[in-house]
């Protein structure tokens, strides 16, 4: 495994144990609102690091912190949950530069 490819599936290892520390063994659908965006932005950075380690083995790039996610910006507006999952991914990518 390259380095680089390891300290990305490192990082994905840790947000997904951050996840399922937010989430104590509920389902992200049945938690309660104050845990929520905590959940959705663990999930956002779980989900945007493995498209990072998907692109690493592949030889691509691994997709920029301020576009992660950007088709579905439109529905961070009014929502908080997709705020924070936009937020957690793009932070998760920030952190690998």
């Known amino acids: 495994m390259h380095l680089r490819e390891l300290t990305i599936a490192e990082a994905r290892a840790a947000a997904l144990a951050a996840l399922a520390t937010t989430a ?3 389902s992200l659908c049945t938690l309660s609102r104050e845990r929520l965006p905590a959940a959705k932005y663990h999930e956002g950075a779980v989900a945007a690091l493995g498209e990072a380690l998907r692109a690493v083995r592949a030889d691509r ?11 579905w910006s439109h529905l961070a507006g009014a929502d908080s949950g997709w ?3 936009l937020a957690g991914g793009r932070d ?4 690998l530069v």
């Open 83 to 85: 705020r924070a999952y």
């Open 61 to 71: 790039a691994v997709p920029a912190p301020e576009t992660w996610g950007a088709q």
């Open 92 to 95: 998760a990518l920030a952190r």
């Open 24 to 26: 104590a063994g509920d």
